[in-house]
């Protein structure tokens, strides 16, 4: 037993005017013996290589002019965040791709163990075996939830999986024409043609069907030719609608030796078709939906699932876990695999650039995704379609008001038109602490300034739609 | 395994959650008159998904233990070079936690989320201030998605100058990002050699300089933790030619505060928070790499950028160059608040020291290894390194037949974490190593000595050393295995087939 | 140990914290123009405090290394007989959480705080419904408080009476507690034996019943396990000769929502909300201990109650008779608020369940072991038990030697926690266990089988087993070196002492 | 590798109207196998011994009349706490034995470590080091900044532990009069009495120097006698005061073979004399300053130490954990020491009845002081007093006000007396957002309604301390 004896010669220590409570060896002590041993007098010698004109005078002016305590933080980011308004009474309305859901305490507590969340990427797997067999669970789970049989660890939302899939599917292809459902949300429209910049892709736009929200499946059939690549749609799409022609898109799709994307809500899932079902070839979507909550947008968690396919698999971004075993065959484990198409090992061959990613959200995922079991997630996503349809209907019942204004069977969100513009039905509904649906007035595809974009789910209660029903019949 | 998947303890017909006002559900049934099996007919799932459930404390028990399987900075030193595994502090995480950020639906009305909105406003500007640049744009949520900002931002600014300019050098020192970002945007890369000293070669760097040049990719310090002393030299000929410099900030610890990668002469920068700004790693991410830019370029950043107009803080889509969207929203939120509470607490004099720390660190360890056999310290080992070091272990092998990733497994054995190996390429059995600010003097010694003694078990006793690890909760793993197509498992749903009898094969 | 003492890791000079406001401290000093060191004079303490200090990084990575040292609920199944550890939801951890609650001075005045008051209120109220008693006092922070308050209320019952009372009975199967609470206020305890069938031995109690008996403290079901069938005729009994019963809420987990203490005769009730409701016990607190009693004996409750007046809550200190304060303020508030959580989720029909779901683990359990060899249920082994039960490894003991203790070791080397041993004193080797309703049938299951192969290792190497456990931090402790009065060792200070050259011995 | 396989007949579920969460086992077909192991057709065959006529026919009324999901919860809970008003914009300046001090949250973090909360006490040692180490670690700690050799690991409180303190010392002594100096805290005075309701003590109380707020030496030496027990003194006391004649009063009761039992602040001891340095016997007070938060009143800490004797270690209540090595001697470990004291083995003849304690709370406190070291603890008390120095100075400045009122030196609290009843320029500083000092009205043993007791701490900056005065002083 070594110890350090700290009883005798305590000397009151001479009040530092800067302490770095995150650098442990960052006592004058410990400076002056280390640079000793390293053999230079003063720390900035260490920087004798840096030119010297360009090296700062003063320390950066960031911050507040100095070091504050947790305590002093604190209160300054009370003072902030009190001018954030949180809406639970009622939950927001706000469609858009994005939904308020409730988060289990339990999977908060989860992402708390820090072993998960101060852990690097799992290079070396003998010490996080733990992480590692997460990763595969969260695999295997969202594997089965879409009825895919490869699913990677992450990719960085719903709208990078997207990209990354075309970007896969014209590897795979070797065909830049690219058709997309105009109907799908117009942010990852936005996205993809950013991502899409350096490979001078050919991308079309399939108008939708006004009347119904769905995919048109002449001009589908149209658009597509021998040239194309993939086609990329969304189950439910922008609209919330869940089109019931996918079977005849991947038909139509495969008949051209094209690829079928599908973007998919995983919660949706509980009671709607897989995309395996469907025979889709690469399936992208936000598990969001699962546990992650609203963070202002992010972090979310892109879901890259593919068939089994090699060339759909070797062309895969992003990490994979895999199951394998000891090298003297007497236990499980899980790993990294098919690193070489990563690109630390390919550089610039590397089916995409990627590293970091959203894994401590898989963590979540996976958590949420067996805490509620596969009869859980039926009871829930059925639920949730009750309570969206109970707020159709009723908002469908004011007077000159139509909602849905679709007619495809839809989930979770639906659009809603109202005789009046929707701007100051939104501010009005504001001013009562209610956050309404999201307006569309500047929201491609439809830009209809009567119109917003509504999601119910589980945390909506039937009076808090009451709620919000009765606050919009007063306006009208 | 130690823990059974979940596959073995659940089952889909059992539930741990308790379903919100599911007492209401009967009556919306009634109400509404029509079921989801009706509407959704073909459409509608006609089995509950395969998903095994459990009970609340069974997930609690599956995970917790699963933690304790795992390795992060809380446990020990992760001391990874290039990848910054600092400590990441507990107000951070408090303070992210907070519901007024938690609950904040990205379509909020900006006059609802004003404080957190300030709080990103003062982030960009802090970050602008620290690297020199105009502004950055918040959105990306990795530095790999940053590096992409930056190449099609080039990209995109010589197509709007209407230069046809297709080639992007990349040191061959550089991070396997930098070559597959270039590649993504479009450009072919052109690899630029390493000098004796450690730094870009400069004739070599001359003759691939052309009209077809578009930029250069580079991290100062470069990853052999050296600072590139030529740097404004460099800029200067990129420029001359109209070429533009990308800087990647994964190397930014060690300089952090003391020069700015904007004075070096570099256009754009992407930042990782996650690393440089104490947010946490989280097992693979979520990560946030704000792109910051200067000048003209600064217009192609991804858009929304934070703005601020009188006291209003807004998100400013205006958009007239830029390269569009780079995700949806507006960023990792999570992470830039902590970096926001890691600077904010810190301040600027702060930052400056947590740097020369961390240049201390490597130092400290660089002196302590100087008197161990095994290692050497490859290009001129007497100058000091920055944020990060990286030994070679090749005298070792030639000795003993001990390899890089033999001595890594015989760490993880003694219950620390191992380097970064067989990185930079250019080195041969490459142990790179970064401590940061945060590892103890006697963490720094401690792996000094587990070196040592690796070492020196390497001499007694090579075949034994090459069946480590022991003391982790697996044995060494079959990377063969896993990979090979007929045996390679995604999922446990190929598994399953497999079992079922299956011949998938890859 | 695996884990350094903090004195081995860290230095009275260093520090990881930083103080609020230490830019000010120099300027304070300024304006008042003294110091402590002048005005405290001879109080002023002449060297700094000698307690190790580390930086934030080293305190969490000490602590987190022995969290994973220690095992709770939250890593596999407690089954402590009496101990109730039920899974603790993390709902009411994060409830717990809120600043609304943690900031909450105790002096604040009441208008600032109806909302916690509600809380407690509402708990208050559904306690005494749960109970069958008039009102609850949330003061007492642990089961043994609750009794010492109870024993205290019926001594000075008495005393308000006029009354020489000096008895208390307690059953030779009751928990430690009783008798050494009894004693603590000032009491004699009378044993009374328990009867073949594992009940209160009528006769011996009529023997025992005289003008000198206060009360008597039962535990019903008893300690193992067993329902007192007779208990209206023992609550009649007491209280033909003005006696009181005083309820041991601790067993109260298997009867919750199906019968009352209230119902059976009970005057004054203690309830163990960190067993019964969910509420965690903390490596041994804090817990809360709440007291309720009926008709007269509410007025001798400690105070101050919770109280309601209008929309209005309140503490109410009118206090004509009752026993005083038994602890400062109002309660350990952060349990009471679990509490509150877990009734408020479950509602009555939860915890009725769950008060059966638990005798179901029980009576499966005693199922599964009635083919095991070695163990036996002793006291009418076909009775149902309910939260609990005992067996007495009594026949292994007899053919191999394996005690009680040894069991609870080999457990423990299987990752398991060990039942409560060698309790109740009546059951020779005994194993006290108690599932709850929160262990999943599996476990249960994996626990009977356990103690099946021990018995089978017993019968195989008696030897081995008895140097277990081996798998688990440190292999068997020494409690005599521990306990030796040389040897005792409770603070690293006696250890230095020593160290230093002192005889020290108790 | 056994697999349960799940793929085949997966049938919807049975919506079931009550799901218990935190019950595995308690699903239909569970039950219905479990209750055919038993031999029983029916759960309630199991409590065929309960009286009938006792057995309740409906469950209890208890709760909001069905079971809630934690979301529901959430929102019930957010509306109730909504009524509480939290101060941190100032801090409390509410004195009174418990003050507002910051928690670093790194405490927090550690706490939520579901290993050491939801652990049970370690009667098992080998699959519980972690815990007592640090529980020893604590004892350990609080032994040194006491400088007293044996520290429990808690009592309830700072109350409880004085109480205790003195039944000990009547156990030790076979005497039955007990001294408490009059200028404790009154809440602490009331603990005693009850505590000792059972015990025949004879409590006499020493009035206080109303001038200086210390202890009356006169009074004191003429009370004690050599029936006495014990003599409790506080330092700081209820008033904040530090009594310098500590030495004095350790001189008198040992004289006359009494024992010393003194309660502190530990914050104060980074400045203060330890009370092992006046030859202080048992020392008792609570660790609430390190590190715990207000919690309304609890859980705190009650610390507990005394001497190295044997008549005091072999009385003292509570749990001791020791250094011990294992039973091969090839390790050290830690496990619980002494336990024939205690009521599981000594039952009516235990020291004392306590079991559950306060144990998660050392191991905040544990922490607490290790982030701080000694120089750390020096340096935060020094910083308390010249803060709450610089309130009393600023305050006694006001026109007819006196702060403090008594004049010993103090440590963190004091009184101030204003020209008016306290009482309404309370009401008004709340109205101003301000939580003012504690009203010493109707508390004993002043029971003055011109008179507060104030608190200043490290987490009131001077802007905070101006704000108060400077509202104050509006009001005089």
Redo the contacts between chains.
């Keep these: 037993m070594s110890i350090n004896w700290c009883n005798t010669a305590l000397q009151p220590r001479v009040s530092q005017s800067l302490r770095l409570p995150w650098a442990p060896a960052a006592n004058e002590r410990d400076r002056r013996e280390m640079l000793k041993r390293i053999g230079v007098n003063d720390a900035m010698e260490l920087y004798n290589d840096v030119p010297p004109e360009i090296m700062l005078k003063e320390p950066p002016n960031v911050g507040f002019g100095r070091q504050l305590s947790e305590w002093e933080l604190q209160r300054l980011v009370d003072s902030m965040l009190s001018k954030n308004k949180v809406f639970t009474d009622p939950p927001p309305f706000l469609g858009g791709g994005i939904c308020f859901h409730t988060v289990p305490a339990v999977i908060d507590a989860i992402l708390s163990r820090s072993e998960f969340y101060t852990a690097y990427t799992p290079y070396q797997p003998e010490i996080n075996q733990g992480l590692l067999q997460v990763f595969f669970e969260y695999q295997s789970l969202m594997a089965d939830l879409l009825e895919m049989d490869v699913v990677n660890v992450s990719m960085y939302d719903w709208s990078t999986a997207a990209a990354e899939a075309i970007l896969a599917a014209m590897r795979v292809t070797r065909k830049k024409r690219i058709v997309v459902a105009g109907n799908i949300h117009p942010e990852r429209m936005e996205v993809i043609e950013t991502w899409l910049l350096g490979k001078e892709a050919d991308i079309r736009v399939v108008e939708f069907d006004r009347e119904t929200g769905k995919v048109d499946l002449d001009r589908l059939e149209n658009t597509i030719d021998s040239d194309t690549a993939a086609v990329y749609v969304e189950v439910p799409n922008f609209f919330g609608v869940i089109d019931d022609g996918v079977e005849a898109i991947a038909e139509i799709v495969h008949r051209r030796k094209a690829l079928f994307i599908v973007g998919v809500d995983p919660l949706s899932l509980g009671i709607v078709r897989s995309p395996g079902s469907y025979e889709a070839d690469i399936v992208v979507g936000d598990a969001q939906p699962l546990g992650l909550g609203l963070n202002y947008g992010g972090p979310y968690l892109g879901i890259f699932a593919t068939r089994w396919d090699r060339k759909l698999v070797r062309q895969m971004p992003g990490r994979l876990i895999g199951l394998t075993k000891t090298v003297d065959g007497s236990e499980y484990g899980f790993t990294m695999i098919l690193q070489t198409r990563e690109q630390h090992i390919r550089r610039e061959k590397a089916t995409s650039n990627i590293t970091s990613n959203e894994a401590l959200m898989a963590v979540a995922a996976a958590a949420y995704m067996v805490l509620l079991g596969g009869s859980g997630l039926r009871e829930l996503a059925r639920s949730i379609w009750l309570r969206s349809h109970y707020a159709a209907k009723r908002l469908g019942e004011l007077e000159r008001a139509k909602a849905p204004q679709f007619s495809g069977e839809f989930f979770k969100e639906f659009t809603a038109r109202f005789p009046k513009p929707y701007h100051s039905i939104h501010r009005a509904l504001l001013e009562k602490g209610i956050m309404g649906g999201l307006p569309l007035a500047d929201k491609p595809p439809l830009m209809d300034e009567y119109s917003a974009l509504f999601c119910v789910t589980e945390a909506h209660s039937m009076k808090d739609i009451d709620r919000l029903v009765e606050a919009i019949g007063e306006m009208l | ?1 130690s ?1 059974p ?21 009967a ?3 009634r ?2 008159d ?1 079921t ?1 099996e009706e ?38 030193p ?1 001391p ?1 070079g290039s ?1 910054t ?7 951070s ?3 992210a ?13 900006p006059e ?5 909105l ?2 990103l406003y003062l982030l960009e500007r ?1 970050l602008a ?2 690297t020199g640049m105009d502004r950055c744009s918040l959105q990306t ?5 940053g ?2 900002a930056g ?2 931002m080039i ?2 600014y010589f197509i709007d100058k209407g230069e046809d300019r297709d080639e992007m050098l ?1 040191p061959d020192s550089a ?3 930098n ?9 072919k ?1 052109v690899r630029i050699p390493t000098s004796e000293n450690g730094t870009v070669d400069m004739e070599a760097l001359d003759a691939a300089l052309s009209e077809r040049t578009a930029g250069i990719m580079l991290t100062n310090p470069n990853t052999l933790g ?2 590139e ?1 030529r ?2 030299e460099i800029a200067d000929k990129l420029h001359s030619i109209g070429a533009l410099l990308y800087y990647d900030g994964a190397n930014l610890n060690g ?1 952090m ?4 990668p904007g ?2 002469g570099f256009d754009i920068i992407h930042l ?1 928070l ?1 690393k440089t700004f ?1 947010a ?8 946030a ?1 704000v792109v910051c830019a200067r000048g003209e370029l600064a217009e192609y950043l ?1 858009r929304p950028l934070i703005a601020k107009k009188g006291d209003r803080y807004y998100w400013d889509y205006e958009c007239k160059k830029c ?13 830039l608040v902590k970096a926001f ?1 890691y ?12 740097a ?6 490597t ?2 360890f ?3 290894m100087r008197s161990v056999d095994g290692y050497e310290l490859p290009y001129d080992p007497e ?2 390194r ?1 944020h990060e070091l990286v030994l070679s272990a090749k005298p070792l092998k030639r000795e003993t037949g001990v390899t890089a990733e033999d001595v ?2 015989a760490l ?1 054995d003694k219950g620390l ?2 380097p ?1 190996i067989y ?1 930079p390429l250019i080195v041969e059995e490459a142990l790179m190593i970064e401590f940061t ?6 963490q ?1 010694e401690e792996y000094a000595g587990a070196l040592r003694e690796i070492a020196g078990e390497a001499r007694r006793n090579p075949t034994a050393l090459k069946q480590l ?1 022991r003391n ?8 063969v ?3 090979h ?1 007929r ?11 497999r ?1 079922q009898g299956e011949q ?3």
């Design positions: 395994w823990e998947l979940v596959y073995e303890l659940g089952d889909p017909n059992n539930s741990g959650f308790v379903r919100p006002y599911s007492h209401e559900d009556e919306l049934e109400i509404l029509v989801p509407m959704l007919g073909h459409m509608f799932r006609d089995s509950i998904p395969n998903i095994p459930g459990l009970s609340e404390v069974e997930v609690v028990r599956h995970f917790t233990r699963l933690s304790q399987m795992s390795y992060g900075v809380d446990v020990g992760v990874l990848c595994m600092k400590y990441n502090p507990k107000i995480e408090e303070i936690r907070d519901p007024r950020i938690r609950y904040l639906h990205p379509y909020q009305d609802t989320v004003q404080g957190l300030e709080m802090w201030e620290l949520p990795a530095g790999a998605a590096e992409l190449a099609l990209r995109k990349v991070h396997g990002t070559p597959a970002s270039a590649a993504m945007a479009g450009f890369v050296i600072f002393d740097i404004l300089i505060g003391i020069v700015r004075d070096m990782n996650h104490g946490p790693h989280g097992g693979g991410g979520p990560g790499g991804p390269i569009g969207r780079i995700r949806m929203f507006y960023g990792n939120i999570i992470p509470v600077i904010a607490m810190l301040g600027g004099r702060g930052l400056r020291e947590s020369i720390q961390s240049v201390i660190n130092n400290y660089i002196a302590l100058k000091p920055k890594a497994k993880l974490h191992a970064t990185f600010e945060s590892e103890p003097r006697r720094i690890p982790t909760s697996t044995g060494r793993l079959d990377n295995y896993a990979n197509p045996s390679v498992t995604p999922t446990f749903r190929v598994l399953r087939r079992l998938l094969s890859l």
